[in-house]
């Protein structure tokens, strides 16, 4: 079995920082992409930003230059730096993992979620 642990939210002013941390814990071979979304409450659930097992990145349009994705293979864990934060980026972040279970089977989890609030 396999969970994915978040932790790092919280309230911020706009031009804060947040880190977020995401931990996969459980029998993992390896990890493929792992990602951060979001959900602002009336919208659609959005991708943040990916990386690879590698360290290809890519982000939202709307994040880009402020937020950095970054991953510690041997720790099976993603990080999600945040800086400049600006009110709309209030929302519910996930954490997303394609995780190898063994050499035939793939399955994605999701993280519990993490609230992050930025006031103006």
């Known amino acids: 079995q396999v969970r994915l642990v978040e932790s790092g939210g919280g309230l911020v002013q706009s031009g804060g920082s947040l880190r977020l941390s995401c931990a996969a814990i459980?029998?993992?071979?390896?990890?493929?992409?792992m990602a951060w979304y979001r959900h602002i409450p009336g919208k659609q659930r959005e991708l943040v930003a990916a990386i690879t097992s590698g360290g290809t990145t890519n982000y939202a349009d709307s994040v880009k230059g402020r937020f950095t994705i970054s991953r510690d293979n041997a720790k099976n864990t993603v990080y999600l730096q945040m800086d400049s934060l600006k009110p709309e980026d209030t929302a519910v972040y996930y954490c997303?993992?394609?995780?190898?279970?063994?050499?035939?089977?793939?399955?994605?989890?999701w993280g519990q979620g993490t609230q992050v609030t930025v006031s103006s």
């Open positions: 997303d993992a394609e995780v190898v279970l063994s050499t035939v089977r793939t399955t994605y989890y």
């Open positions: 459980g029998s993992i071979v390896s990890i493929n992409t």
